[in-house]
């Protein structure tokens, strides 16, 4: 997002109004019929730069006389060897070049998938139609914002910064920084990648605000809020209000009918006039009064701009009458310091770390940062996607399982092992079928157990593995419930006397109730 936040609202670029006006200035009626088609200037083909420059011919004696190529001019001191990107590599080399200004726009975002305003067909205001605007600048209009702030919302989460990894043109900037060569970064963009390439904040004016913060538009309130707490809100489609006063909350961007940070006046005043090298790049220089800034640096300083068509170029016409005086002159036979780089500004800014031997450092840095950046959204990504377990969700999983998990006791292996799913507190079931010889004892059912592959069972286990399992519920002294759902004979811990009659014949030993009471 970026650099057209500025511009004109009655929608012309330069801030040319649409409107045809007469000599008056009023807007000619279409409906009358004493309008003659060949009294307009753009009907018959006439161009009003043409004839404000034939009478500039004519004031020419009282104005000075002299053309902009005379050899007569006098020239500021030129400090590149040659107008080129060679001689800008040169001067930033040398010790004369300390304090470079870089002014950016939307051009050095696009290639991170952020589109610019005014690119036919792939710009911004081309592809606004859905919100269904007044015009397509309506969007960033405070007026209109405040009666209906959901289509700026609808776009900020489109164009949301954390969505996007900063591009080569953003690391030159760092890497000026790093080399202690940038005085400051003027950015017209929003998007905040200078911020996440790792350009220092105290480096960056970003003269049309930023999303890194926002503000509750109540005049009385006025409470900050932090891009991450605006960032939710957006996400959930939810209109950002204010949690104190309910007020409309605003990201720190800068509307039409706004006025730019207070700190970017006072830092113009004192960043420009010691700047050796200005740096302009991916703008169209159209939105003031950020194009005019490239006039206030001093006129021996070098400028560069790399770009993909021409841009913020002196008219000599307007330049005598004291208008825009000080443009880029690339095309004037009098150019002492003007640099045209055309081509993409990633492209530009390679080629310019290439001549300054810093191309492998940059290509490093650019692989590195973005594989960080790429890591950092992997691990968001997965934290969210995981849901958290409470320990109380924990334990209502594990009822629902059906493995019943192990006591203290072993329960569980027990479990696995045996293929006999009733467990009673000395095994009684299992000793029970063997009760129909004569030799079953109270005693000799304590010996069976031992034999039994089940594992001794405490009666604690058991009743922990019960709880647990999908058999009948045994209790320690339960048993006789249990036996009565089984098809052996029914056996109780202090029963077996009264089996053992049944079952073994006369003659036969006799059980020891003193043995089965102890199984208990």
Known sequence: ????????????????????????GLSPSKDDPNDDPEDDPKASGADPMDTLERL???????????????????????????????????????DRCKHIIVMTGA???????????RSPGSGLYDNLGKYNLPTPMSIFEMSYFKERPEPFFY??????????????????????AEKKLLLRNYTQNIDTLERIAGVPGDLLMEAHGTFHTGHCLAGDCRKEYTQEWMRVEIFADRIPKCTECGGLVK????????????RFSSLVMEDFPMCDLLIVMGTSLVVQPFASLLERVPETTPRLLINMEKAGESNPVLRRLGYGGGGFEFDSESNYR?????????????????LLGWKEEMDKLVQEEHKRIEGASSSIQEKSSTPKVSASEVDKSVKKTSTPKVSASGVDKSVKKTSTPKVSASGVDKAAKKASTPKDSASGVDKSVKKTSTPKVSASGVDKAVKKSTTPKVSASGVDKAA?????????????????????????????????????
């Open 338 to 354: 003007d640099v045209l780089h055309l081509d993409k500004c990633d492209n530009g800014c390679y080629k310019l770390a290439e």
């Open 484 to 520: 009565k759902k089984s098809t052996t004979p029914k056996v109780s811990a202090s029963g077996v006397d009264k089996a053992a009659k049944k079952k073994v014949p006369s003659g036969g030993a006799k059980p020891m109730n003193g043995a089965a009471d102890k199984s208990k």
């Open 155 to 176: 776009l900020a989460k489109e164009l949301y910064p954390g969505k996007f990894k900063p591009t080569p043109c953003h690391y030159f900037i760092r890497l000026l």
């Open 107 to 117: 051009g050095i975002s696009t290639s991170a998938g952020i589109p610019d305003f």
């Open 1 to 24: 997002m970026s650099e057209a936040v500025l511009e004109n609202p009655d929608g012309a670029e330069g801030g040319r109004e649409t409107d045809e006006k007469d000599e008056t």
């Open 251 to 262: 990201p720190d961007i800068v509307f039409f009918g706004e006025a730019l940070p207070l």
């Open 56 to 94: 500039m011919g004519l004031l020419n004696p009282w104005l000075g006389g002299a053309d902009d190529d005379d050899d007569d001019t006098v020239k500021p001191q030129q400090l590149l060897q040659d107008i080129s990107l060679e001689g800008v590599a040169k001067y930033i080399k040398s």
